[in-house]
Structure formats: C-alpha cells, structure tokens
C-alpha cells in the first residue's frame, strides 16, 4: 500500500463527513442519534469546518515525498485518530448516540490501523 492512497481515502471521507456537517448539521447529527438543537447544530459545523481541513490537507499531501514531511503527517494522523476512536467509542457505549456511532469507531480505526502501519512497520512511507 501506498501512503497516498490512505491520504486520498481519509481525504474523501473527511470531505465527504465534513460537507454534510456544515450544509445538514442537523441531518448528519439526526442519523447518528444525536440530540439536535441550535447549540448542536453549530458545533457540528464547526466539527464540519475541521473535517474539511483534515481532509483539504490529506488531499494536498498525497504527492509528498520528503521523508520528513511524511514522517510528520503520519504521526498526527496516527495520534488523532487514535484519540477519535477512543472519543468515539465513549458516546458510543454511552449510549450518547445511535448504532450508527459506532461506525465513526470503524472508520477511525481503519485510519489509525493504516497512519500505524505507515509509522510502524513499512519502512518508506512513499
């Protein structure tokens, strides 16, 4: 596996997750079980807004090949995610969203397992 193929998958489900948090808020939050309200709403844009970021810097990273550059997206990608499955395994047995949580659970660790292999076992991460 390439480390741009995993930068353009996590690029499309950020843009993809972060479009719909900023045009439907109340939609997306509605799916997942959440409690929509005014407050609700603007906190998944602002969620909506980083998810654009995370995915607008993926997506421009792909083509990188500076070891260093490469090393550094990883790492971050890696801790984030990790941080996202735990974060989202929380509200998920807690009950504070839907089934449909858990597969925010799924996709982070599907990220984290692929920023890990990149920062663990493959030794160039073009």
Known sequence: MK?????????????VYGAGFVLVPATVLTLHGATVSPSANLAGQFFGVTLIGIGLICWLARN???PGAQRAIVLAQLIS???GIIVAAMGAISGVVSAV???AVVIYLVLALGYAYFQFAKPSAS
Request: net charge negative; hydrophobic share 65%.
């Open 101 to 103: 949580g858990w597969s």
């Open 64 to 66: 990188v090949t500076d």
């Open 81 to 83: 995610t990790v941080i």
């Open 3 to 15: 480390l741009s193929y995993l930068l353009v998958f996590n690029a499309v489900v950020a843009l």
